[in-house]
């Protein structure tokens, strides 16, 4: 059967350079970076130019990445780790209502533990108010975290003029970029953030590796402890192989920024304008305006009317060989509706006929057809079983 993957937000196909860059280092340079001698060297050097190749793609110096072990590592160590670093100060932190659980689920491990959280709130676009994070700052405020791009309807927060902010008020500001890196183009001097989280197999590097970037100067308290890896900023042996292809992983991505959001933009679009002429009584979750960068440029969020979306789900699966999911792929297993399609104001009933497709690299128009034709047949044919289908007033 063919076989077509179009859930690049939940992770990327590893690129043939990548591992083909990984694969010295699980053979001859298996050296321990922190060894002295020529062979832990070897490994140290694979290291240093990952560190390059990462800070590069975001405008960083190599000096503020720090490698971790995933990107929800990155996200708890930032929000653990500037919240005790206050306490003293404060203890209220800022987010938004749509984060990824990695935030979600630190901050309400952080409120068992005396902090106060404000979830912000968003339109129905997916959009945080900047006034309302005006209106939330308070005099124990010490950190504010907004996601840059969200994983599940691919709105693009405004993080410039939400950094500038929290920096008027003295505020650190941290951004989960996991979603944007790769996907549009993330400078930390013009954007001016403090803190950015990001993760390797979401851009076509290997599972398992992560980088927390920290502007120089700012101070963060130790989240794994033990030897004096990454300059005593978290301990343990480096993953080798998987920093060095999330540094090639960087590398290809910033050399192919431009091409690569001009080819997941035209995909995604066509795959919008294809799903409203073949099939009707469906509706767009996030940003409407698919041109500019307010979305990311492979998302495409529909809810189907009538239809449960696990059954969408498995019969592109079985029947077709296409890989999609519902909601998030990390919140699939649950039956909750997505908090974040709950925030931009979706239904409950609508979101359970939700489906997210995200294209990438590797997709093709001969792709979309075939998963358009797929579509066109599973939702007339589930709409006949459905006792509500066409029904006024179904919701
Ligand atoms: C995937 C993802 C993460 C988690 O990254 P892992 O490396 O899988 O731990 C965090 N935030 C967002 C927005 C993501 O999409």
Redesign the pocket.
Known sequence: MRQVYLDY???TPVKNEVVEAMLPYFTEVYGNPSSLYTAGLAAGNGLDKAREQVATLINAKPSEIFFTS??????NWVLEGVADKLRKKGNHIITSKI??H??LHTCEYLEEHGFEVTYLDVDNEGFVNPADLERAITNKTVLVSI?M???EIGTVQPIRELAQIASKHGILFHT?A??GLGNMPIDVEKLGVDFL?M????IYGP????ALYIRQGRRINVFMHGGAQEKKHRAGTENVAGIVGFGKAAELAAANLDRHIEHCRELRNYFWEQLKLNIPDISLNGPEDLESGKRHPGNLNVSFDYIEAESILLMLDMKYGISVSTG???SSKSLEPSHVLTAAGVSIVKSNGTVRFTVGDFTTKEDIDYVVDAMKTITSKLRELSPVAGMKGWE
């Open positions: 937000s939940a992770t995933c990107g929800t590592e990155a996200d984060e990824h990695a935030i996601m791009v969200n994983n989960d996991v979603q989280s993760s390797g197999h979401k599972k398992g590796v992560g998030s792929a990390c």
